[in-house]
């Protein structure tokens, strides 16, 4: 089987999570080494990639929804290859194929590693090659092929042993793999060797990194390994799951100054009767337990959240659980989900989704307009204080100002200059909205 090496240019589309966006950058690594450059726009594309994800049936109708406009390139020109890949295409293998015949390439988020070789064979039998259930190691990483000059993420385990009642990722990503804790900190050298400051350590449960692997290693030994790494200014790590934390990772970010004093640790419900409905393994009890415990040892630490609101069964009082743990959590930033069922999930099987849409549209705005409340008490105080930033840039809606992120992760606007750029810089914050901060250099 050989690859056509008219094929050259690359376009990718990402939606999803930052595992997504890693592994987008993956098969963008492969391409590369076969030769491909960047296609800017569908138009300019030998090879078009969805990678896609199944967490959300809006998500899935959004890919179709695009799929239909990319069909329009294929209609131009019938050479060039559409492939779906990632959670979406690994869930609905064939059915894609059916749905949208003119897509080339089906690759599920297990068999994106073969991805030159699917397109190869795409091209070879001008016919829609589907290949999803199987565990294919990921392409290397070119390190050179990011979307941040200074910052990057690297996968450290994929799937999850965990079973949430509503989630599809243990059935799109499999059980948990970790990855060799050496093959991790290399590519953590590579990427400070090639211009990163800051490294962002991806697992769908970080905490559980290494349960898995034989040499007993885990997220303890990972931090303080990539920790070491000379040149590394900042590290963080993500996601976290409350019933799997580990109370060392608190001295971890106590000891090593590069960790940031970051959690994103979703506890997607406070009310303890619809914790057990999702299985999440802990009580709204135990979750705040861990935020306390933080915010004791790092009381400028930052905690994000998720939530799905709209659960089965879940009640205006169950609601009310969820919007009062956001208070007294006092998130730094929540991401708020409308319950929505998946196909094959547990929730999907045995629940009824029995919230009209309606009720799930108001419980997201209430969740939303608490976490304004909480972000505009917190910005407040953080006015008059220094803090530092990583500067990522000119800011997009005004290129006079420059943006940088704070260790609780915090965005803040500030006059500055281009040669702060991929520095650290410290920041007075004089003002706010409820989004993002503004300041100006220290002196
Ligand atoms: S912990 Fe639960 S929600 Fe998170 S990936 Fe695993 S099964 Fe899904």
Do not use: W
């Not at 991790?184 to 990194?209: C, H």
């Not at 420059?402 to 920041?427: D, Q």
């Amino acid at each position: 089987m050989t690859v056509d090496t008219a094929m050259k240019r690359l376009h990718l589309i990402s939606f999803g999570c930052q595992m997504n966006v890693y592994d987008s950058e993956l098969m963008a690594s492969a391409f590369k080494r076969r030769g491909y450059g960047v296609a800017e726009t569908p138009e300019d594309a030998d090879v078009i990639l969805v990678n896609t994800c199944a967490v959300r049936e809006h998500a899935e109708e959004k890919v179709f929804s695009h799929l239909g406009e990319l069909r329009k390139h294929k209609g131009r020109r019938p050479d060039v290859l559409l492939g779906v890949t990632g959670c979406m295409a690994e869930r609905m293998g064939r059915e894609i194929a059916r749905r949208a015949p003119y897509v080339d390439i089906v690759a599920g988020a297990r068999s994106f590693g073969d991805i030159l070789d699917l397109a190869a064979a795409a091209r070879d039998h001008r016919g829609p090659v589907v290949s999803v259930g199987h565990d294919r190691p990921p392409p290397e990483r070119d390190v050179s092929v990011r979307r941040d000059k200074y910052r990057a993420f690297i996968a450290v385990s994929r799937g999850c042993n965990h079973r949430c009642t509503f989630c599809v990722v243990p059935r799109t990503r499999g059980d948990e793999k970790g990855r060799a804790l050496a093959s991790i900190v290399r590519e953590v050298e590579e990427l400070v060797a090639d211009g990163v400051v800051e490294v962002t350590l991806l697992g769908q449960n970080i905490d559980n990194y290494g349960v898995d692997r034989p040499e007993g290693e885990d997220l303890h030994h990972l931090l303080h390994a990539c920790h070491a790494v000379d040149g590394l200014r900042r590290l963080r790590f993500v996601t976290s799951h409350p019933a799997d934390m580990d109370p060392r990772i608190f001295d971890d970010m106590a000891e090593l100054p590069k960790l940031c004093g970051a959690l994103h640790i979703p506890p997607q419900s406070g009310s303890n009767t619809v914790l057990k409905r999702m299985a999440r393994g802990y009580t709204r009890e135990e979750y705040m337990d861990i935020v306390h415990e933080f915010r004791r040892r790092f009381p400028a630490g930052e905690v994000a959240a998720d939530f799905i609101v709209g659960f089965p069964g879940e009640t205006e009082a169950d609601h009310e659980q969820s919007v009062s743990l956001l208070h007294e959590a006092g998130f730094q930033q929540s991401f708020i989900f409308r319950y929505s069922e998946r196909p094959a999930t547990t929730a999907a099987r045995r629940l009824e989704d029995d919230v009209p849409l309606p009720v799930k549209a108001a419980r997201n705005l209430h969740l939303l307009k608490a976490q304004e409340a909480v972000s505009i008490k917190k910005h407040k105080t953080m006015v008059g204080r220094t803090y530092e930033l990583l500067v990522e840039g000119p800011s997009k809606k005004d290129p006079a100002m420059f943006t940088g992120r704070t260790r609780g992760n915090h965005i803040v606007h500030f006059p500055g200059g281009s040669e702060l750029i991929g520095e650290l810089a410290a920041v007075t914050i004089t003002d706010f909205s409820p989004v993002t901060l503004r300041g100006v250099l220290a002196r």
